[in-house]
């Protein structure tokens, strides 16, 4: 049993603080997943080729260069975060995604400044990741330490529901303008409006992330031995990580509709762009379910149940929705892979938190999650987009999930309940 399990527990912060760690959260996962609701966009202004494959594969290219950086801001952020505070940690995080996104909105096409304007776009979106992987670590485990121990389950849905806001506020503002202007102007500007309203409100992140009461106490701060900490929790990072990678898949294959519904099987782009605003919705209110249901039930079946269920659901959606092309298919297959997806992922998440020690819970899990965000959330798009180029099928999204919905599982199914003793009985 770790230090962290025998400690008594700090008294929980205000409700207040919770909820301006997840707004915080949410407008930094906005900045980062507009990218990839206007990937098909980008990828002309940006790439201009006379293959739309191709610009469409170099656009995705750069949004996985996002995830290639993770790792290593996982490591300074998360060492950071273990070392100085989950608070500094926070911050500094926010303010290298404000600059970012600010550059990417401001950049000149190809047009305009030639090989320079790809090249600064690669940039930002490595700083994006430097962000955002140090950030969904050390925010998930300020959500759990913020709590009390029967309430970290919900606590830390709300790490996937301020993902959830942030797709749904993207898709809603994709669905506004691509209904009120031309397809022309949705790639001229359209886009770069998108993207300076996350770089708009940013300082109101900066602003609310200022007041935040620390939860790393200074009797618990100093050099952890992580390399010692990983030896002792290799049983835990290695289930760990391969259930973040299950639902890192996930969470990029269901983000990857708006471009599979335009781009692969050519329907509307006000109607491909309605389907990240149902996987917002969907992921904040099962979130929320699933993490309320295993502070009451245990982690375990919640994690487990839900996604035998993913499983055998996945195949029939993507058939209906690649057979009839049509609003109700796209958006009724999005709703049922989001919310069994989200209901397993908030308890599989907590699992995965409360499991690591507290001097080493904020380096092992920013690393865990950048790292299998970096493998299998950075590539999974451009992956999906290959093999449905070279095989002509375009059902590899559901055959792409339902592999990384099966390792998963088998990692699940191996993890050892972590919930209190009340909820797990």
């Not at 996350?198 to 900066?206: C, E, K, R, S, T």
């Not at 992922?345 to 409360?354: P, Q, W």
């Not at 592999?403 to 990692?411: E, K």
């Amino acid at each position: 049993m770790s230090k962290d399990a025998t400690a008594p527990e700090p008294p929980p912060i205000a409700r207040r603080h919770v909820t301006a760690a997840v707004i915080g959260n949410a407008l930094e996962c906005y900045d980062f997943l507009t990218y990839a609701f206007f990937a098909v966009q980008i990828g002309r202004v940006f790439y201009p080729t006379h293959t739309p494959f191709i610009s469409l594969m170099l656009s995705l290219a750069t949004f996985g260069a996002g995830f290639v950086s993770r790792p290593l801001g996982a490591v300074l952020l998360g060492a950071y975060a273990d070392r100085v505070g989950r608070r500094p940690a926070m911050l500094a995080s926010f303010g290298m995604m404000g600059g970012a996104i600010v550059a990417m909105a401001l950049t000149p096409g190809y047009a305009r400044i030639g090989a320079a304007a790809p090249l600064i776009m690669v940039a930002a979106r490595l700083i994006q990741g430097l962000a955002i992987g140090g950030e969904i670590g050390t925010t998930t485990t300020y959500l759990v330490e913020a709590v009390a121990a029967d309430r970290r389950g919900f606590a830390a849905a709300w790490q996937y529901a301020g993902q959830g806001m942030a797709a749904l506020v993207a898709g809603v503002l994709g669905v506004v303008l691509a209904n009120s202007i031309s397809a022309g102007a949705l790639q001229d500007w359209g886009w770069r409006l998108a993207f300076l309203i996350g770089a708009a409100v940013l300082p109101i992140g900066l602003w609310i992330r200022r007041d935040l009461p620390e939860t790393l106490h200074r009797s618990e701060t100093g050099v952890a031995d992580t390399r010692a900490g990983f030896a002792a929790n290799a049983r835990t990072i290695t289930l760990g990580l391969i259930i973040i990678m299950s639902t890192a898949v996930h969470f990029y294959v269901l983000n990857f509709m708006t471009t599979y519904a335009a781009g692969v099987l050519h329907m509307r782009a006000n109607l491909s762009f309605a389907a990240p605003a149902v996987f917002g919705v969907a992921t904040i209110v099962f979130s929320l379910t699933g993490g309320a249901l295993s502070d009451r039930l245990g982690r375990r079946p919640i994690m487990i149940w839900p996604r035998v269920a993913l499983l055998a659901a996945i195949y029939p959606a993507y058939a209906l929705t690649a057979h009839f092309r049509d609003a109700a298919s796209l958006l009724t297959a999005t709703l049922v892979l989001t919310a069994l997806g989200q209901l397993s992922g908030a308890a599989s998440l907590t699992a995965v938190t409360e499991s690591l020690p507290k001097p080493i819970r904020g380096t092992s899990l920013a690393v865990l999650y950048a790292t299998a965000t970096a493998l299998f959330g950075g590539t999974t798009q451009p992956a999906i987009t290959w093999l449905i180029h070279r095989t002509g099928d375009v059902l590899w999204p559901g055959w792409y999930l339902m592999i990384a919905t099966a390792v998963g599982l088998g990692a699940m199914m191996l993890m050892k309940e972590s919930a209190p003793a009340k909820a797990a009985s």
